[in-house]
C-alpha cells in the first residue's frame, strides 16, 4: 500500500556495493546499507513504486517484474495489458543497466479509466523520478557530494516511436554539458496514452509511458567522487522527430561508467 511506497522512496539511494567509493572525509556506499537509508528494496521497487507514482500522479503501486535480458524487456515486456474493461493487478516491467534503469508504467489517464476520477493525474514526467531521487539523495547525505545541488539540471529527452526510445538504451545516465558545464541527468521516455489514436500502436501498448532514469548507485558514484569519474562531456541528445522513414539520429556520447 501507499506505506510501502513511503518508506522506499524515503529509503532513496540504493543497492550495488560500491565500497571503493570514497572522497575524503564521506564513508563508502556500502556503510550506508546497515542504517536503513540505502536499501536494495529501492531498486527492487524502482519501476513498480517509485516510477509509476512520479510519472502517473497516483498513490497506486504496481508489481515490479524485473526482466535479466534487454530484449526480453523491450519486445515482450508489457506494463499491465487490458482484458476488456476489467482492471488487472498492475505491473511494470523493469531492466537495470549500469547508468540507467529502464521501466514500463501506466499511464495517468489509463489508470483514471481502470480506477476511476482521482486514481492520477496528468503532468508527470520521467524526469520527475531523477529529480526526486537526487532531492532525497541531497537532503540526506549533501555534506558527502562533490557535486553541489544547484550545479544539476534535469534533460527531458522525448521520443517518439519505440524505436527512437530503445535506440541506445540502456544509455547516458548524466553527462556534464560542453555548452553551460552543468551536470545533467537524462530522463529518455515515451509516452503512448490509453486515448492515443494511433492504428499503428496495438491496445495493449496504449496507455503506457517507457521511462529511462538515472540508477541510483550511479547517481551516488557520480556525486561522491565528482562527475569527472563517471559523466562524458557532450553535447545535448539529438531532437527525435517521430518519422519512421527517416533515419534515428545517434547520440555521440559514450557512457562514463565502466562498471
Known amino acids: 500500500g501507499p506505506e510501502r511506497g513511503s518508506a522506499a522512496m524515503a529509503r532513496v539511494v540504493v543497492v550495488v556495493a560500491l565500497v571503493g567509493c570514497l572522497v575524503p ?8 546499507k546497515s542504517d536503513g537509508v540505502f536499501d536494495e528494496a529501492f531498486l527492487e521497487d524502482y519501476c513498480g513504486v517509485t516510477a509509476q507514482k512520479l510519472i502517473a500522479r497516483t498513490t497506486l503501486e504496481a508489481e515490479t517484474v524485473e526482466f535479466p535480458e534487454l530484449t526480453g524487456f523491450v519486445e515482450d515486456g508489457l506494463a499491465t495489458p487490458y482484458d476488456g474493461n476489467e482492471a488487472a493487478p498492475l505491473t511494470a516491467p523493469q531492466y537495470v543497466g549500469a547508468e540507467q534503469v529502464l521501466c514500463k508504467v501506466k499511464s495517468w489517464d489509463a489508470l483514471v479509466e481502470y480506477y476511476g476520477d482521482g486514481a492520477a493525474s496528468e503532468g508527470g514526467t520521467c524526469s520527475d523520478v531523477n529529480r526526486e531521487i537526487v532531492d532525497l539523495a541531497y537532503a540526506g547525505y549533501a555534506p558527502y557530494f562533490a557535486v553541489p545541488r544547484g550545479d544539476i539540471v534535469f534533460d527531458d529527452w522525448p521520443a517518439f516511436t519505440g524505436q527512437e526510445w530503445s535506440t541506445q538504451l540502456p544509455g547516458v545516465g548524466a553527462y556534464v554539458s560542453a555548452s553551460d558545464g552543468l551536470v545533467h541527468i537524462v530522463g529518455k ?5 490509453r486515448t492515443n489514436p494511433s492504428p499503428f500502436v496495438g491496445p495493449e501498448r496504449k496507455g503506457v509511458v517507457n521511462c529511462a532514469s538515472v540508477h541510483p ?3 551516488w558514484k557520480l556525486l561522491v567522487e565528482g562527475p569527472a569519474a563517471v559523466a562524458p562531456v557532450c553535447e545535448a541528445p539529438p ?3 517521430g518519422n519512421p522513414f527517416a533515419p534515428i539520429p545517434l547520440w555521440d556520447c559514450p557512457p562514463g561508467s565502466t562498471s
Open 217 to 219: 548507485a550511479y547517481l
Open 189 to 193: 521516455a515515451i509516452a503512448v496514452e
Open 239 to 241: 531532437n527525435y522527430t
Open 25 to 32: 572525509g564521506a564513508r563508502a556506499f556500502g556503510d550506508y
